[in-house]
């Protein structure tokens, strides 16, 4: 398994940016697919984005397209969430997930890291 470490949550404010990280470790990560989820109070966790291993592919959930950018750099074995225009909506534990392939459910996701809070105030 790859055991995950996210960072960069935090607090801003409507319209605002934030660069969450994800870094990797065990498990070859350069031929993982990488997925960010978020789960916000009294809610399901869901999909966000997700990267192929060569970072070819992505696929981001509708509601954060054109908003939101997933990347990776196998390099560092770090997988990057950059989140513009940010909306209170947006106001979540998110959370980086390893799978071997790039899917948009949680269905054969089986490494998590522990989360970061992201807030969003109006």
């Known amino acids: 398994q790859v055991q995950l470490v996210e960072s960069g949550g935090g607090s801003v404010q409507a319209g605002g940016s934030l660069r969450l990280s994800c870094a990797a470790s065990?498990?070859?990560?350069?031929?993982?697919?990488m997925g960010w989820f978020r789960q916000a109070p009294g809610k399901e966790r869901e999909f966000v984005a997700t990267i192929s291993w060569s970072g070819r592919n992505t696929y981001y959930a509708d509601a954060v397209k054109g908003r939101f950018t997933i990347s990776r750099d196998n390099a560092k074995n770090t997988v990057y969430l950059q989140m513009n225009s940010l909306k209170p909506e947006n106001t979540a534990v998110y959370y980086c997930a390893a799978n071997r392939f790039a899917t948009t459910t949680r269905v054969g996701y089986d490494s998590w890291g522990q989360g970061t809070q992201v807030t969003v105030s109006s």
């Open positions: 065990g498990r070859t990560f350069s031929r993982s697919a």
